[in-house]
């Protein structure tokens, strides 16, 4: 057993939570706030971390010790100045009204409360948060994580009465994170499965999260059945746990309303409830689509579809992943065009349980557009991927760029090749098209001087009604907006 923090004054529920006496302030005004590299004292979790995660679990009421706080490995005060280290917060909670629904919306809330402390900045979720704080929050004496622990008790107890016991466990080791990483992968497996069986059409309600408002003004997750929130934190049973037990948080119903399009998932009720919570910056949203109007995405989206226009297809990518994905670019630079809360079509935040989804972007081509995504998230999502498409998905076990992706992709018959095929018809027929209304007149020819680069403004021809005409350019430069380019054949 670790160090043990005595946190008694917190055990004065349920009529009065105290407020810690705390190094530094606590409060709504401090969520947003960036802590930089040059503030910060150190870091837990982030890229640099082997290992994290942070969890919530229900216990029985005999199972845990309300306000107890219990560090497992070395203490901040241990640790070096600009360093980053591995961390795992497991908060246990009990009462008499507690269910296993709500464990996801007080995990998500872990996000929330660690922003109110001032100083402090957390990010992320599940197996790959990251928290930082600053210079001055240790100068005020924010020296050990009994402080993060005493916040998050009296935050839990003071926004939701129904907790009578709150027990937190901090893990700094990095193989006891790990280890616990294991049960805490089984218990989010556990959760994300139970909306699987459920559609978005059976039911009347949607749900919005604005929790990411502070990092994303405009920006609210629209949570139904088949799409998850972009964090992977909070599915639709979770957000309607959380709208019942806190109505005005951050987690609200929405009444569906009318469909406006089944398919691109555009609901009358979900438009205007993002037009209010965005205050007028997004007016309408296709739910299953990354091009039209597409689900705006805050920052702690656990994975991104990208489009591919040199293969008119998408990819997919997730947090974890650290090299180049197959359009050369890493998940950061991508994460710079998809987050902030704006729509950006070609770029979609999303949860990876959404890849489960039998929604995930249906109007866009679905799994038949998917052409490539990590290893690691194939595999987790493997049983879900239709299974004359998924040995038809590269991984970065099978192409590195986009040369070899072609080459895959024809030598295993990839879907997206009907796609090409259809393209290319179509632009033939558009060609033979620009031909015809082209070749309306009899033959001119139009010779140029012969040496040189020329640029030239050529007249304007009366062209014969009948018959056809050819044009010879020689050294010719020719700058254009749009170039059709035709076989020989063809003619
Ligand atoms: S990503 Fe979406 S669902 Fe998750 S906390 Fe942020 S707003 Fe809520």
Known sequence: MGKICDA???????????????????????????????????????????????????RQLNEIEDARIIIEGPDISEMAEDGSYSLGILIEVAGAKVENDIAGVLERRIHYFLNYIEGVMHVNQRYDIWIRFTKDAYKHGFNSLEWFGKALIWLYKTSFPILEKVQVTFYTEPA????????????????????????????????????????????????TPNRTGSCGSISWFDAR???????????????????IDTE???????????????????????????FENPHTSCGCFEGIAFYIPEIDAVGVVNRDYREEAVNGLTFSAMATNTSGGVQSPGFN?????????????????????????????????????????????ATEKDVKNLADMKQFLTQKQHPILQRWKEQEAASEAESAETEATAETGATTAIQLPAEGETVISAPTLQLPASGGFKIILKNAKITAEKIIIKRLDKK
């Not at 959380?242 to 469909?259: C, Q, T």
């Not at 691109?264 to 990354?290: A, F, P």
């Open 8 to 58: 008694n004054e917190l055990r004065t529920l349920p009529s009065g939570v105290q407020k810690p006496a705390f190094p530094v302030d606590i409060g709504e005004m401090h969520e947003g706030e960036r802590v930089r590299k040059p503030q910060m004292y150190l870091e837990f979790g982030g890229l640099k971390a082997e290992a994290k995660f942070e969890l919530v679990r229900p």
């Open 264 to 290: 691109k998932g555009i609901y009358r009720g979900v438009d205007k409830v993002l037009q209010e919570k965005s205050l007028g910056s997004v007016q309408t949203v296709s739910i299953y689509s990354m």
């Open 176 to 223: 006891q994170i790990s280890e616990q990483l294991k049960t805490a992968m089984t218990i989010w497996a556990e959760r994300d499965e139970r909306t699987r069986s459920l559609m978005d059409e059976d039911v009347e309600q949607f749900y919005g999260c604005v929790m990411c408002q502070s990092f994303a003004p405009s920006h609210m997750c629209v949570i």
């Open 349 to 393: 935040g999303i949860a990876i349980e959404y890849l489960r989804s039998p929604r995930f972007l249906k109007p866009d081509g679905g799994w038949n557009r998917v052409v490539w995504m990590p290893y690691d998230v194939k595999e987790r999502v493997k049983s879900s991927i239709p299974a004359d498409i998924v040995d038809k998905i």
């Open 241 to 259: 746990a959380a709208s019942n037990i806190d109505p005005n948080g951050p987690n609200f119903v929405i009444e569906k309303g009318a469909v």
